[in-house]
């Protein structure tokens, strides 16, 4: 095990800010997260887990701990039948080669997942979704190390407590799991409509009619990168917020305001609607906002994304990101959730 000290997170974040971890290490096998967290427990600093850092915001004051780099790989198809596939993958691997290799397998289920940066394990955290799939629709089980126990075990998807990005993990069992692998059920077939809007609208667009994982995987793509920054360029996180749900008597009220307000039904019986934060920051005057007192922006063709363009630190990101929050909630009385984790 090699562990490294005093190491600037800013590199494990694709925010690209944050202060030093005391200690550092990559685990690639379940022996070495066995070693890993008795020597956290030996020298009494957490143990804490991360993928590839890119829905991550480091504190300034940094990480008092033993940083879990997770590297661990496998990448295992098991068909049962002409139809029903179980693909069972390491939590380290980067989440669209897993999208790639399965589609160019011919099997559906996570191809409008495809682009989303990270790893494999990091995706039943907030339970990744995009394009009308997410990752609870497919997820059979996870093989993680409880912390409490001091064990590994497989946890069934049904266990997982999986919501719009949330889950266990992200909330009653916060830093109790290091997942190692999670499985997968895949189907070998094509994927038909009803399709998620925007993509409806790029196949129309496109006079597209034949549709395969791969057609889905490369709208998917073409649509993701006309409107998202790429991390490895621009330092961001994705979506910074996410989209509220507000209750029926806030979107009657909201309504009479903005009749061009766009939301959709939560689906129950409730009458709460789902609003896009997006639509909500613009018009709170934050649309191409380059702001000079923190080097934070909003990305031109997205919104919801702040871009880090040369921020010196989280106490920057923080201070935009309460300048948007605060304009929200007085225009709309919506207060803005963050997704991103801000860690430790
Ligand atoms: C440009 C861009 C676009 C994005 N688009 C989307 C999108 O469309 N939909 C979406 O849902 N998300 C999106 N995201 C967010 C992000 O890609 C996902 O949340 C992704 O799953 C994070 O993976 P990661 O490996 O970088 O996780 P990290 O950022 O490293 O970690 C995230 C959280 O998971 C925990 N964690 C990570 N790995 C493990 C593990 N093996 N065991 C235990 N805990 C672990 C960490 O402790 C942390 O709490 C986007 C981000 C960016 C930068």
Redesign the pocket.
């Known amino acids: 095990m090699n562990i490294l000290q005093d190491v600037d997170l800013s590199q494990y974040?694709?925010m690209r800010l944050g202060g030093h971890a005391r200690y550092l290490t990559e685990v690639t096998s379940r022996r070495e997260i066995e070693e890993a967290v008795a020597w956290a427990v030996e020298h009494e600093m957490p143990p804490?887990?991360?993928?590839?850092?890119?829905?991550?915001v480091w504190r300034d004051e940094g990480f008092e701990g033993l940083l879990l780099i997770?590297k661990m790989m496998k990448y295992e198809d098991f068909a049962e039948d002409e139809l029903n596939h179980y693909l069972t993958v390491g939590?380290?691997e980067n989440?669209d080669s897993v999208v790639e290799r399965s589609v160019v397998a011919g099997l559906s289920g996570i191809e409008a997942l495809s682009l989303?940066?990270?790893?494999a394990?990091?995706?039943p955290?907030?339970?990744?979704?995009?394009y009308g799939q997410e990752i609870a629709d497919v997820l059979v089980s996870i093989e993680?190390y409880d912390l409490h126990t001091r064990t590994f075990l497989t946890i069934p998807a049904s266990d997982c407590a999986s919501g719009y990005?949330t889950s266990r993990?992200?909330t009653t069992d916060h830093d109790r799991?290091?997942?190692?692998s999670l499985t997968m059920h895949l189907l070998l077939q094509n994927p038909g409509p009803p399709f998620y809007r925007a993509l409806a609208e790029h196949f129309a667009e496109h006079s597209i009619t034949t549709f395969t994982p791969q057609v889905v995987r490369d709208a998917v793509i073409q649509i993701r990168s006309s409107k998202?920054?790429?991390?490895a360029k621009v330092a961001?996180?994705?979506?910074f917020f996410a989209n509220p749900i507000i209750d029926a008597g806030l979107l009657t009220q909201l309504q009479a305001d903005y009749i061009d307000m766009p939301y959709w039904p939560v689906g129950d019986d409730s009458g709460n609607a789902k609003v896009p934060a997006a639509w909500l920051i613009e018009q709170a005057g934050f649309k191409d906002f380059h702001d000079p007192e923190t080097g934070m922006a909003t990305w031109p063709s997205q919104p919801l994304?702040l871009v880090n363009e040369h921020a010196s630190s989280t106490a920057d990101l923080l201070k935009f990101k309460q300048k948007i929050v605060d304009a929200v909630q007085t225009k709309f009385q919506i207060t803005l959730q963050q997704?991103?984790?801000l860690?430790p």
């Open positions: 974040s694709t804490l887990m991360i993928g590839s850092g890119s829905n991550i997770n939590a380290g989440w989303i940066p990270g790893t394990g990091a995706t955290i907030q339970n990744v979704g995009a993680a990005r993990f992200k799991f290091l997942i190692c998202l920054p790429d991390p961001n996180n994705g979506s994304v997704e991103p984790e860690l």
